[in-house]
């Protein structure tokens, strides 16, 4: 059992930093790491490798540029013969999959028919900080009475419209819940999609496209014995032992979770891994190659991605955009909110041969995450050229500031504060560029909202090959030092960094800055 000890960090959350801090980059399974506790499903587990991959329908606009989508309850067949109860944009899991251009403007109304508040955040979009899904910026059912639990918090009734510029790049993005104090639980039960902006530049290049463009939800979760979904508390109510201050009701406290607590104050890792929402599938392809659009969604879980028997992922993109140049990786890192844009050539395996997708970070049922079976020879006119795109460059940095991101007094908190919402802990300047350097005691995606940038260095040394391209989330390992080259470019207005273990962001390791 996880205890908080005086230094706010239990004793397994410190045995899961020996065992981060001594992995590297070795292609042994790293049992020893732990980024989140797990929680083992009760329901009866398919045997994996038998369930078709799906891919998510791409929403339809209901007029030019405008989109409308409804959060609502709904059952699904996750597992095979069972029923999940899911909470889902369009009442599926994942969501429908938005195709966006660049320099085309799209408004997503979102309409919320579940028994809960919400708040929609488009992951790595340059967005107005109206439509950035502020997590007290919340969308409430019809003929709620819920009274707003948080300093500035605001509700819209039943919709609210979010506008999006789409000025950026071509870059796979993605969508979900963002409410103070219950991100976690809620994306849990399924309120994520995947987005794609799309550009000339992108088009122009020979890259696969059509059936061979597959985009993969990578997530993990557990499951009671008849189907639900299983989480450390209910749903929609603080953890166990923590009772919200007078007025507060179920929206929880001002700060979060409050003192950290039970066993899952890592972080709750589910012992299925879905793609797509489909446990452990399998994808029949032409030996041919595919462009596979990685994206992990889980709560806490980190993936080191392989593929068996041999292979090799080509990087054409990262969270923000197309590389300049294609890098070549064994193995491919991804923590929570991470996306690779990557293509795998399946010509050179046999006709025949069953490719397995692994994570390197699990033993068991965790370690498979899907396979491929390439099941005949086909033409291909793919190909990924030598050059892929011009990318933004640097600028000169015009100051460095540091968030610290750990334990302190037992609660999660950056630079030693607890979330405070409305309270910036920065205000850079639109058009500028900072060097932010990250630190932190566990493993901590963080992830900054509107900002993109390059990781510079990390422990003062050359970044890592997979860090390559402009990103909006990366991995802080255990005691480490990265240094980042943020970009504010787009609007003014109050913005986000958090980090990205959800249930790290829901006991308030979040912090606010301002661009001015």
């Known amino acids: 059992m996880s205890r908080v000890g005086a230094g706010g960090f239990s004793r397994r959350a410190f045995l899961g930093?020996?065992?981060?801090?001594?992995?590297?980059?070795?292609?042994?399974?790293?049992?020893?790491?732990?980024?989140?506790?797990?929680?083992?499903?009760?329901?009866?587990?398919?045997?994996?490798?038998?369930?078709?991959?799906?891919?998510?329908?791409?929403?339809?606009?209901?007029?030019?540029?405008?989109?409308?989508?409804?959060?609502?309850?709904?059952?699904?067949?996750?597992?095979?013969?069972?029923?999940?109860?899911?909470?889902?944009?369009?009442?599926?899991?994942?969501?429908?999959?938005?195709?966006?251009r660049r320099g085309e403007p799209a408004t997503v109304a979102v309409r919320n028919e579940l028994p809960v508040p919400t708040s929609t955040h488009l992951h790595g979009g340059v967005t107005p900080p109206g439509s950035d899904g502020y997590p007290t910026d919340l969308v409430v059912p019809a003929g709620s009475a819920l009274r707003p639990a948080h300093p500035g918090e605001v509700h819209h009734p039943l919709v609210k419209e979010y506008r999006y510029p789409v000025g950026q790049r071509a870059a796979t993005l993605w969508y979900h819940d963002h409410r103070m104090d219950f991100t976690a639980p809620q994306v849990w039960r399924g309120l994520a999609g995947m987005a794609l902006v799309r550009d000339d530049e992108e088009d122009a290049l020979p890259l696969p496209r059509g059936e061979r463009e597959l985009p993969l939800m990578i997530c993990d979760r557990a499951f009671e014995e008849d189907g639900s979904f299983r989480y450390p508390q209910p749903f929609d109510a603080p953890p166990a032992g923590h009772t919200p201050p007078t007025g507060h009701g179920r929206h929880g406290p001002p700060n979060g979770w409050g003192k950290l607590g039970g066993d899952y104050m890592e972080g709750v890792e589910g012992d299925v891994i879905l793609v797509n929402g489909a446990p452990w599938p399998v994808a029949e392809v032409t030996a041919t190659r595919y462009r596979l659009r990685l994206l992990n969604a889980s709560n806490a879980r980190r993936y080191l991605l392989r593929l068996t028997p041999g292979g090799r992922f080509t990087q054409i993109g990262s969270d923000s955009g197309l590389l300049a140049a294609p890098v070549a990786h064994d193995a491919i890192p991804i923590s929570p909110g991470e996306r690779y844009d990557v293509v795998v050539d399946f010509s050179a395996y046999p006709v025949g041969t069953a490719v397995t997708l692994v994570n390197a970070l699990a033993d068991g049922p965790a370690g498979n995450v899907m396979r491929f079976v390439v099941t005949r020879r086909a033409p291909d006119d793919g190909a990924v050229p030598a050059v892929l795109s011009r990318p933004?460059?640097?600028v000169r940095p015009v100051t460095t500031r540091r968030f610290d991101f750990r334990a302190t007094d037992g609660a999660w908190t950056i630079n030693g504060q607890r979330y405070r919402p409305g309270v910036p802990l920065a205000r850079p300047r639109l058009g500028t560029a900072e060097i932010w350097r990250l630190t932190g005691d566990f493993r901590h995606p963080v992830h900054v909202h509107l900002a993109h940038f390059q990781?510079?260095?990390?422990?003062?040394?050359?970044?890592?090959?997979?860090?390559?391209?402009?990103?909006?989330?990366?991995?802080?390992?255990?005691?480490?030092?990265?240094?980042?080259?943020?970009?504010?470019?787009?609007?003014?207005?109050?913005?986000?960094?958090?980090?990205?273990?959800?249930?790290?962001?829901?006991?308030?390791?979040?912090?606010?800055?301002?661009?001015?």
Not at 18 to 30: E, I, T
Not at 40 to 61: E, G, M, Q, Y
Not at 472 to 496: C, I, K, N, W
């Open 392 to 394: 933004p460059q640097r």
């Open 17 to 100: 930093v020996l065992g981060g801090a001594s992995l590297g980059v070795a292609g042994c399974r790293a049992t020893a790491e732990v980024a989140g506790q797990l929680l083992r499903s009760r329901a009866r587990l398919p045997k994996p490798f038998t369930v078709p991959l799906p891919i998510p329908d791409v929403a339809r606009p209901v007029a030019p540029g405008r989109y409308e989508v409804t959060q609502r309850v709904a059952a699904a067949e996750i597992l095979p013969g069972l029923r999940t109860e899911v909470w889902g944009y369009g009442g599926t899991f994942p969501g429908p999959t938005f195709e966006l």
């Open 455 to 516: 990781v510079l260095a990390r422990n003062g040394r050359p970044p890592a090959a997979t860090d390559a391209g402009w990103k909006d989330t990366v991995d802080v390992r255990p005691y480490e030092v990265v240094d980042v080259l943020a970009r504010f470019d787009g609007h003014r207005g109050t913005y986000m960094l958090h980090c990205h273990n959800l249930e790290h962001e829901d006991m308030a390791m979040m912090a606010d800055f301002e661009v001015i």
